[in-house]
């Protein structure tokens, strides 16, 4: 049965696609408003919280407009980070952009509010994000390079600190991509185990066999990680196999 008491005002000009709920019960709510992200926040009897943002509202600037945001996550201080895409120079890079608990762009998180992350080259697509408990972010996807948008993609993971910056003890760099052009990659899930290890799932794509592989295996090793892989037959004909990787918290500094 519908609540009565909740009296979500009717908007026809917000479209959100994304929720999270802070731990005092007030609702987090991500959309466009004609082609610009806005953020919005609620109290749980659905009215706008006037002390978010401008009378409950955050809009992304112009800067920001062809911002794609594909994950909506809620820190323990109430601070809110999107998650997603954004084109720069003609290349869309991976993006977080965090609100400080009042709404406001905050301005300690990487350069004004935004950290934008840049491979060796190609566009960026972001599939999913972990907001650790201390306030470190993994966000998983893929890198599309000149090579085109299948045989060219390559899987890829990025670690930031609390405060918007590369965290250099995750594979040396903070960032770390497949690097077998031979195969598309792409990383779509990323989870904590109970002992604490990173947990990270995609799939992968052989041009050249027109089967499925688990192929991620430069990730381990020399990079200081280590992997468990739930290996996929080469001569299956699906075009898509699962990839599970396993990063030790030990090897890795999580």
């Known amino acids: 049965t519908p609540d009565a008491s909740f009296n979500f005002p009717p908007d026809s000009a917000f479209h959100p696609s994304l929720l999270a709920r802070q731990a005092d019960g007030r609702i987090v709510a991500a959309g466009l408003v004609d082609t610009q992200w806005t953020v919005r926040r609620y109290f749980g009897d659905g009215t706008l919280d006037p002390a978010f943002g401008l009378v409950g509202r955050f809009t992304a600037g112009a800067a920001l407009d062809e911002l794609d945001v594909r994950k909506l996550l809620v820190q323990a201080d109430d601070s809110v980070l999107l998650v997603g895409t954004v084109r720069v120079a003609g290349e869309v890079r991976m993006t977080a952009l965090r ?77 770390r991509q497949s690097d077998n052009a031979d195969h598309a990659t792409e990383l779509t899930a990323v989870r904590v185990a109970a002992n604490g290890d990173l947990v990270v799932a995609g799939t992968s794509f052989d041009a050249a066999t027109n089967g499925s592989q688990s192929l991620l295996h430069a990730w381990a090793g020399d990079d200081r990680t280590t992997a468990v892989f739930d290996a996929v037959p080469a001569a299956r004909n699906d075009a898509l196999g699962s990839v599970v990787l396993r990063f030790s918290r030990a090897v890795t500094g999580l």
């Open 99 to 175: 609100l400080s608990a009042d709404g406001a762009q905050d301005a300690g998180y990487h350069d004004g509010g935004v950290a934008t992350l840049e491979f060796d080259a190609g566009d960026a697509d972001v599939r999913d994000a972990l907001l650790q408990d201390d306030g470190k972010l993994f966000i998983v996807g893929s890198i599309t390079d000149a090579a085109g948008p299948t045989a060219g993609r390559r899987g890829a993971i990025v670690r930031l600190t609390r405060n918007g910056l590369l965290g250099r003890t995750f594979s040396t760099s903070g960032m």
